[in-house]
T-cell receptor, first 111, second 113 residues
Framework: DSGVTQTPKHLITATGQRVTLRCSPR?????VYWYQQSLDQGLQFLIQ???????AKGNILERFSAQQFPDLHSELNLSSLELGDSALYFC??????????FGPGTRLLVL | GQQLNQSPQSMFIQEGEDVSMNCTSS?????WLWYKQDPGEGPVLLIA?????ELTSNGRLTAQFGITRKDSFLNISASIPSDVGIYFC?????????????FGTGTRLQVTL
């Protein structure tokens, strides 16, 4: 158990819909990261927040957005969903920019 | 998005054999990390390397940070069935509090009895 929690574990929705994925970092960690892993693919970095502010951005679509709240939990919002957005979405956390620890993931299926 | 070149793509070995895998990049990283991922689970950190040339062990696992800072190697000795999974390397770059991991394409390991 990494100490990073993600909800929900599974999510099934339809194209065009909007979903919100939630992540709680390890106690004391200020940085939160989001990654996407499509079927049989490696992990792609989406975005990093540090203490409430965006710090680094990867290949995140404009339809996706994220935020980190004062209690340090983070949400990833995915809108206008397409079939290709079906993937595992992982959250990771670290103290600042040190080693990242991953949560169990949210499996998103868009039908 | 960018991914690091990781090889081999998959390995089928017998229990007790040693395993080697490597990861290469066209650019330099400050930190190299090795993760293991079981099906449907999040990646679990195995070893972190912070200095060029560093050799670090964690039980039966040994990893090295390449001297050029563009590659890394992972060895698993005397493999056991629970070693089955996908192994990912990751290179990390930090700038202040910003950090980004670039992952390798993964090595799928199967261990037969």
């Amino acid at each position: 158990d990494s100490g990073v929690t993600q909800t929900p574990k599974h999510l099934i929705t339809a194209t065009g819909q909007r979903v919100t994925l939630r992540c709680s970092p390890r106690s004391g960690d200020l940085s939160v990261y989001w990654y996407q892993q499509s079927l049989d693919q490696g992990l792609q970095f989406l975005i990093q927040y540090y203490n409430g502010e965006e710090r680094a951005k990867g290949n995140i679509l404009e339809r996706f957005s994220a935020q980190q709240f004062p209690d340090l939990h983070s949400e990833l919002n995915l809108s206008s969903l397409e079939l290709g957005d079906s993937a595992l979405y992982f959250c990771a956390s670290s103290v600042a920019q040190e080693t990242q620890y991953f949560g169990p993931g949210t499996r998103l299926l868009v039908l | 998005g960018q991914q690091l070149n990781q090889s081999p793509q998959s390995m089928f070995i017998q229990e007790g054999e040693d395993v080697s895998m490597n990861c290469t990049s066209s650019s330099i990283f400050n930190t190299w990390l090795w993760y293991k991922q079981d099906p449907g689970e999040g990646p679990v950190l195995l070893i972190a390397l912070y200095k060029a040339g560093e050799l670090t062990s964690n039980g039966r696992l040994t990893a090295q940070f390449g001297i050029t800072r563009k590659d890394s190697f992972l060895n698993i000795s005397a493999s056991i069935p629970s070693d089955v999974g996908i192994y990912f390397c990751a290179g990390q770059r930090e700038t202040g509090t910003a950090s980004k991991l670039t992952f390798g394409t993964g090595t799928r390991l199967q261990v037969t009895l």
